[in-house]
């Protein structure tokens, strides 16, 4: 997977035209329909080159005109916009349970969104499709994967559109060849998930990639959180502790690929707790709900729906838990503010779902074991994109490609 990159600027080098188009697509993605003129002031290009750009990325169908621009100052000019109507993308994300399958045009519009439960349980599935079927090892995931992958592309195809890629979301290390090194909640190690998904799909064409599930979240949280900040960090909760780090507009890959693993933060001698023994979602559900066994459910969110639902009502109980959780978690956060200087953690999925209880308690902890002053700048809040975000930013991994001038071939 490419990484997210910050603003591209004009440029004098040898890919200038590559460099420009991604300057006018980016401006367009970020500030919504602007006439030629509009672009070109604020991008420093001149309007004889924004009038080639623009012709060319309208040809290629991936701008189109939207009437007048509503500039009140001298003559109206045509905006463009993006184009959402011919290229698409799909991101898919594995949990122990079930697959999220996600698909988002070039505009960044939604045009599916489908889960399938592992459980075969009755009732399971969706009008769309069968459920997958419970215990489920690597080979049978990855038929379920490609079954799930094949239905999306042949949706996307069938409104005309070209499906620029797919990204397959998994929590634990993913090399950069696609490989799933060791992903502890899925049970699986070694597993080549992109070159035996690409064979199952029989699509050389298709562009497939694997990558963190906790990095994908936070390059969807980049492009659609909210957030003025090119250095951000998002935390998963969904399958231990993982964060997906962005410096500079970039996600921070490593070497290999292995970044973000700070669940496995512990200190002190060999057999102490790690931060994900101690903030997990699994830890909180175990203190919150006594005599309620997680590891007994795949799916942990029924049970952090109850435990939100005790806390709006005042079990001093599930109070303390979420509290405790909040302290443990700040804590944790503090060693990864400490290294990185984030401007703003994002707390996602279930931390999202319990972070009204969570963050006092984590922002506290934060700023008390931070070096620099007011935690370095660190902002903490939720994250509104719900439990698909590493979905999401699998599908909008291939348009930010696209967004650094690097076009697709016409449809």
Not at 61 to 69: C, D, F, I, N, P
Not at 150 to 158: G, S
Not at 231 to 243: F, N, R
Not at 289 to 302: E, S, V
Request: proline share 5%; charged share 15%.
């Amino acid at each position: 997977m490419k990484t997210t990159r910050a603003d591209p600027q004009p440029a004098d080098f040898t890919d200038v035209r590559a460099t420009n188009l991604a300057v006018v697509l980016r401006h367009l993605r970020a500030n919504g329909p602007s006439s030629r003129a509009s672009i070109a002031a604020s991008t420093g290009l001149n309007k004889a080159t924004v009038s080639s750009l623009t012709g060319a990325l309208i040809e290629q169908r991936l701008l189109r005109e939207t009437g007048l621009s509503g500039n009140r100052i001298g003559r109206p000019g045509t905006a463009l916009a993006l184009d959402g109507s011919a290229y698409a993308a799909i991101g898919l994300q594995v949990a122990a349970d079930h697959l999220t399958a996600l698909a988002v045009d070039f505009a960044g519009d939604q045009l599916l969104l489908w889960h399938r439960q592992f459980d075969g349980g009755p009732g399971s599935g969706t009008p769309d499709g069968p459920a997958i079927g419970s215990a489920i090892g690597p080979g049978r995931a990855i038929s379920a994967v490609a079954a799930l992958a094949q239905r999306a592309a042949t949706r996307v195809r069938r409104q005309g559109r070209q499906v620029l890629g797919l990204t397959v979301a998994v929590p634990g290390l993913v090399t950069d060849g696609g490989t799933v090194r060791l992903s502890p909640s899925l049970g699986w190690s070694d597993v080549d998930l992109r070159g035996l998904l690409s064979g199952s799909l029989r699509q050389p064409d298709l562009d497939v990639t694997v990558a963190n599930h906790a990095g994908l979240a936070a390059v969807a949280e980049l492009r659609h959180g909210g957030h003025p900040a090119h250095d951000l960090t998002y935390v998963s909760g969904a399958a231990g502790i993982e964060a997906g780090i962005v410096v500079g507009g970039r996600l921070l890959r490593g070497s290999r690929g292995f970044t973000g693993q700070i669940g496995r933060f512990g200190l002190g001698p060999a057999g102490s707790p790690t931060l994900a023994d101690l903030a997990g979602i699994e830890q909180l559900v175990r203190q919150a709900l006594p005599g309620f066994d997680p590891a007994a459910l795949a799916d942990l969110a029924p049970a952090v729906d109850q435990v939100a639902a005790l806390a709006r009502s005042g079990d001093t109980g599930v109070l303390t838990a979420l509290r405790d959780t909040g302290c443990h978690l700040g804590q944790g956060l503090a060693l990864l503010a400490n290294l990185v200087n984030p401007e703003v953690i994002v707390l996602g999925d279930h931390y999202a779902a319990l972070a009204e209880w969570i963050l006092p308690a984590a922002e506290a902890e934060l700023a008390r074991n931070t070096l620099a002053p007011a935690a370095g700048g660190a902002r903490l809040t939720a994250s509104t994109l719900g439990l698909h975000a590493a979905a999401l930013g699998g599908a909008v991994s291939h348009l930010d490609r696209i967004d650094t001038g690097a076009l697709p071939a016409a449809p």
